[in-house]
Nanobody
Framework: QVQLVESGGGPVQAGGSLRLSCLVS????????MGWFRQAPGKEREFAAA????????YYADSVKGRFTISRDNAKNTVYLQMNSLKLEDTAVYYC????????????????WGQGTQVTVSS
């Protein structure tokens, strides 16, 4: 059974930083592309960042480019999202997701999802 467990969310002031982690079990992590998505209240789930199985190629939404960094440690079956210079509009539930094959920015291309972790940015 595939499990993705996010951690690291919480309250933070605007301009601050958080690092999210997602531990994956039950699948071959080394051949899995990983993505971070987020969903704000009343909005659809949206792409934030993705990384291929090698860790050499990363992709970002324009809204987070230059502020967020996705990375992975295949030895630890973990993907990270370092979030710097947080803004009020970054407030959302953040989900990690996994898929075989290449990366995607599309929600429904991912077949496994975590339960989400809340990030709340305040002024």
């Amino acid at each position: 059974q595939v499990q993705l467990v996010e951690s690291g969310g919480g309250p933070v002031q605007a301009g601050g930083s958080l690092r999210l982690s997602c531990l994956v079990s039950g699948r071959t992590f080394g051949s899995t592309a990983m993505g971070w998505f987020r969903q704000a209240p009343g909005k659809e789930r949206e792409f934030a960042a993705a990384i291929d199985w090698t860790g050499d190629n990363t992709y970002y939404a324009d809204s987070v480019k230059g502020r967020f960094t996705i990375s992975r440690d295949n030895a630890k079956n973990t993907v990270y999202l370092q979030m710097n210079s947080l803004k009020l509009e970054d407030t959302a539930v953040y989900y990690c997701a996994a898929k075989f094959g290449g990366v995607s920015r599309t929600v429904n291309r991912y077949d496994s999802w975590g339960q989400g972790t809340q990030v709340t940015v305040s002024s």
